[in-house]
């Protein structure tokens, strides 16, 4: 596929991710309106932009527009943005695994491992974590998560 229909093929599909991350996070905002807690729309504006820039943007874009069919597990040039990515994006539980690029791989097949390097999420970056699955599930999947769907989103009605 040519490299300019992969570039505006994921440019795309980040934007379009953007935008669901405004409108979820206005969303969840009115959901907690009667509590101390709100996303910050300064979260909402910042979230994920690394993925704009060189260390993630290509290994991204490739990943996901350019290289259907081809086994994606051992997709290394992936493998190291998604690191930069979670390095630098709190609102990811793995941003709080201490040492995690040393143990990424380990932790994917065994999970208990984590929990001996984990830290403590703040509120703020856990919201934005919220927001970041529900926009997911509407950039990716194409629909909005609700509890009349057996999607595990009860909380959300």
């Not at 994006?89 to 695994?97: G, Q, S």
Request: proline share 3%.
């Amino acid at each position: 596929m040519a490299a300019v229909v992969i570039f505006f093929q994921y440019l795309w599909e980040v934007l379009k991710h953007k935008y669901f991350i405004i409108v979820a996070g206005i969303r969840i905002n009115r959901l907690l309106r009667s509590t101390s807690y709100q996303v910050s729309y300064k979260r909402l504006l910042l979230h994920d932009l690394s993925k704009l820039g060189p260390a993630e943007f290509w290994p991204y874009a490739e990943h996901f527009c350019g290289k259907k069919g081809v086994n994606q597990k051992n997709d290394n040039a992936f493998d190291v943005a998604w690191l930069h990515h979670v390095a630098h994006n709190d609102h990811h539980y793995e941003h709080f695994i201490s040492n995690y690029s040393q143990i990424a791989k380990r932790v994917r097949n065994d999970s208990e491992l984590a929990q001996n390097f984990v830290r403590e999420m703040p509120d703020d970056a856990l919201l934005e974590m919220v927001v970041d699955n529900v926009a997911a599930t509407r950039s990716y999947e194409g629909y909005w998560p609700s509890g009349t769907k057996k999607d595990g989103w009860i909380w959300m009605t």
